[in-house]
């Protein structure tokens, strides 16, 4: 859903009245792309400036910088701030304060950024000389204690309060909050050749070049693999849940560790995880499709680990989707199976007959919305947070991309105008904003 880099999986810390709001409207010089964090809004439009809504205090609001706000190239997002990179490399924040919206304290340093990274709380900017600069809370946004190593970095990964940032020589330097992988010093020697670096909530896992795993963190949740370490050789890639880890090796058998209840302990389908081709999860429960279309699925049964009632559905599945606590299988012939909690998505039993021709589903924590092939769109979920666009349905043709905060849908049509639905104090409400209808439509 933000559309950054970074690698932790962002999940909520506080519940938002549900207060719905549905709203049109239209983009002076039309929308490009709209990002977003959990409860806000941001339209980088084509002329390079900028369009906020959602809750005003974390970043909805951007009127104390809207005069910066030109030939933005792409913006990141912490939960409640954003930032946004321009052209010549200078970067613009706002939002919450504790949440980075506020980075005067580095704005001499943030020149020739090349790419930001973000936990939930604090920002990260690479610089195009390979330096780094942090900035904010302190969870991440303090790296002075490593300041000297930061230099060659290469590419940076984060969990919810951490960054771990791969050099260009395959070593990694670390810093942020010490029980989220903030502090590797006890794995510091084993972090060579390192080739890409996965994160639970609470945890690292490195990937090296050679096929083996070193993780760190937080004991519990990822960060002690020693039960299955002789197990993780020859992994391609590793996925994550909140709490747990699974690796998908180049034989296509999977080995997973950390928080049994949040799909660490896969033993009850061990048997079954042959051939698999690539594994898709949500806060709690892993769903591996294998190369025969097939689905094998485990973690908490409540939230989707368990899809015994679909079993027989599952065939020819195409991709996966999820939502904090559910899954949606789109099958090659574009028909749709759902699983997991209903209040998350997981019973699509009101609009099964519509879910023919799908293109592409996407997800806030509790409600899918799928792109049909033809442009219109369906939703179910929790009908507060994006699970109903009854209000809305009629205008919701042509519909290009749909983007998302944790409790609201925003669909950017073709011809580049913007409907929202949803929870009104997250994204849902658009009415702030007010412009003419572009030229072109």
């Not at 230099?151 to 395959?170: H, L, N, P, Q």
């Not at 609201?408 to 073709?414: D, E, M, N, P, S």
Request: with cysteine.
């Amino acid at each position: 859903m933000i559309a950054s880099p970074f690698s932790f999986a962002s999940f909520a810390f506080r519940v938002l009245l549900a207060v719905r709001g549905e709203q049109f409207f239209s983009l002076a010089g039309q929308a490009d792309v709209i990002y977003s964090n959990s409860v806000a809004f941001a339209a980088k439009k084509t002329d390079g400036s900028v369009v906020t809504w959602g809750a005003s205090c974390c970043g909805g609001d951007s009127s104390s910088v809207s005069g910066q706000l030109t030939d933005v190239d792409v913006i990141y997002a912490t939960q409640y701030a954003f930032a946004a990179k321009k052209t010549d490399g200078s970067v613009v924040t706002w939002g919450a304060s504790f949440y980075s919206g506020n980075s005067s304290s580095v704005s001499g340093q943030l020149t020739d950024v090349d790419v930001i990274y973000a936990t939930l709380y604090a920002f990260a900017a690479k610089k195009t000389d390979g330096s780094v600069v942090a900035w904010a809370h302190s969870d991440g946004g303090d790296s002075s204690s490593v300041s000297g190593q930061l230099t060659d970095v290469d590419v940076i990964y984060s969990t919810e309060r951490a960054f771990a940032a791969k050099k260009t020589d395959g070593s990694v330097v670390t810093w942020g909050g010490s029980s989220h992988g903030g502090d590797s010093s006890s794995v510091s020697g084993q972090l060579t050749d390192v080739d890409v670096i996965y994160a639970t909530w609470f945890a690292f896992a490195a990937k090296k070049t050679d096929g083996s795993v070193v993780t760190w963190g937080d004991f519990h949740d990822g960060g002690d693999s020693s039960s299955v370490s002789g197990q993780l050789t020859d992994v391609d890639v590793i996925y994550a849940t909140q709490q747990a880890f699974a690796a998908k090796k180049t034989d296509g058998s999977v080995v997973t560790w950390g928080a049994s209840c949040c799909g660490g302990n896969s033993s009850s389908v061990s048997g079954q995880l042959t051939d698999v081709d690539v594994i898709y999860a949500n806060s709690v429960a892993f769903a591996a499709k294998k190369t025969d279309g097939s689905v094998v699925t485990w973690g908490a049964s409540y939230g989707g680990g368990d899809s015994s009632s679909v079993s027989g559905q599952l065939t020819d599945v195409d991709v996966i989707y999820a939502t904090q606590q559910a899954f949606a299988a789109k099958k090659t012939d574009g028909s749709v199976v759902t699983w997991g909690g209903s209040s998350y998505g997981g019973d699509s039993s009101s609009v099964s007959g519509q879910l023919t021709d799908v293109d592409v589903i996407y997800a806030t924590w509790f409600a899918f919305a799928a792109k049909k092939t033809n442009g219109s769109v369906v939703t179910w979920g929790n009908p507060s947070y994006g699970g109903d666009s009854s209000s809305v349905s009629g205008q919701l043709t042509d519909v290009d991309v749909i983007y998302a905060t944790w409790y609201a849908f925003a669909a950017k049509k073709t011809d580049g105008t913007v409907v929202t639905w949803g929870d009104s104090l997250s994204g849902g409400d658009s009415s702030s904003v007010s412009f003419e209808v572009p030229a072109s439509v």
